[in-house]
């Protein structure tokens, strides 16, 4: 953008007054040195030395406490937490059953735990994307396996288990999950868990990895069990490509710090070549591929040789933590069951209320005794220990803002139940009445949701999440509320 005249000029005038001043200070301070060095040249010794240490050490001392205050503090870490016992999960799982919560979902994991211990075989998972042949590779690891395989993605629908001797002699379960990044991503689930629950695990990806594949492997190192990176396919590379494939591979394991060995192999197959005869003829033909598992099996074979009682411990914790995970999202089913409920019951009462209050300052009354009941009865249900002052200040929002949504609300309410057939069976304050229930509605919601994300109750991110949940679907609620009213008023007038 360009300047005035006037405008450049007075900052030309600035820019030198500026440069006068640095120049009358610089000068200044050369001086007040000059004098202060001719000054200690006179003194004995000790004392220049001792004003030069004395100088050296403020002026470091200065420089130390800018830099530290200059510098951006580190983030806190958070603290450890212990790995998960079976003795607590356990315990876990018998409160929240004792509660209420469908626990099966996370005991069929405990059992499943207890099946493969009793059994004592190893289980290995093949886990990778859609079509980067995981069944093929079993089928060549386990001749006779009846693994299926196509050339259309995601033909794995759900786990198979193979069984397959070790050279040394022991036993491994082979699990073909099945393959992740398929659309939708129904099946993605199912394939994390299955690896969870196994000793070991293969990665089978083509060659260079893909992000997806990446964030996969890295996914599966957290788990810190035993894990093999598997290139299939490798008849399709030539020898210098192939080395140039895995060396790529390796390198990027190492800047990631995933500790996985790389091995090639190829599941077999058939591949159609042209030949041609001598009179210049070309004939096609499907030519049958011999498997290469060599390396594949070796490197199987060293992980099993290792720790078999860190395998377990590995296996167990894993799964600890899976069931754990199952556990935690049927208790968030559970509350958020248990939240609506309280939230409908208690707006339902709210509307009650508004209905048949007719004395004056008599519904403020109300309204502070249904909120403080349904703060505090969700901020138990979701363990969140409440202050007086939070409810007190949940409540003042809640009258604020039922004088300033009021008038919207009962126009949207008297808008929805125009055509409404019961309505004339209801008293005349019944869209003042529905107009209340929707609003505790919001407020039991916003408090539901934000203890849910936060795991605490702010007055900020409830009064956010009321506005949002305001006028969500706010004519259905309403015609649901009022044919609530008039049912329950018809059953009381019969």
Sequence with gaps: ?????????????????????????????????????????????????????????????????????????????????????EAELGARLEQAAGRGVDVETARAELAELGRRRAAGTLYVALFGEVSVGKSSLIRAL????????????GVTRAVRHYRWRAPQGDELVLTDVPGTGEVGGELDALAREEAQRAQLVVYVAEGDLTHSEHQALSALAALHKPLILALNKQDRYRAQELEAVVGRVRERLRAAALPAPVVTVSAGGQREVIRELPDGTEIHETRALAPQVDGLRKALTRAVEGDAALLERLRDGAIFALAAHKLEQAELGWRREQAETLVRQTSRKAALAALATVAPGADVLVQGYLGTALVRGLCELYGVPVQEIDVEQLLKLLQTRLGRVTPLVLSVVGNGLKAFPGLGTVVGGAVQAVAYGLIFDALGRAVARTLEQRGTLTQGAVEQSFKEVLGENLETRARALAAWLVETRGRRGA
């Design 1 to 85: 953008m360009a300047l005035k005249p006037a405008v450049r000029w007075a900052l030309a005038g600035v820019a030198v007054l500026a440069l006068l001043l640095l120049l009358v200070l610089s000068l200044a301070l050369t001086d007040l040195l000059l004098r202060v060095w001719q000054r200690l040249a006179q003194t004995p010794p000790w004392v220049f030395y001792t004003w030069l240490g004395v100088f050296l050490a403020l002026s470091g001392g200065g420089v130390w406490l800018i830099v530290r205050l200059l510098r951006a503090p580190p983030a806190p870490t958070a603290p450890e937490t212990p790995p998960l016992t």
């Design 142 to 153: 386990v001749p006779g396996a009846e693994a299926e395989v196509g050339v259309e993605a």
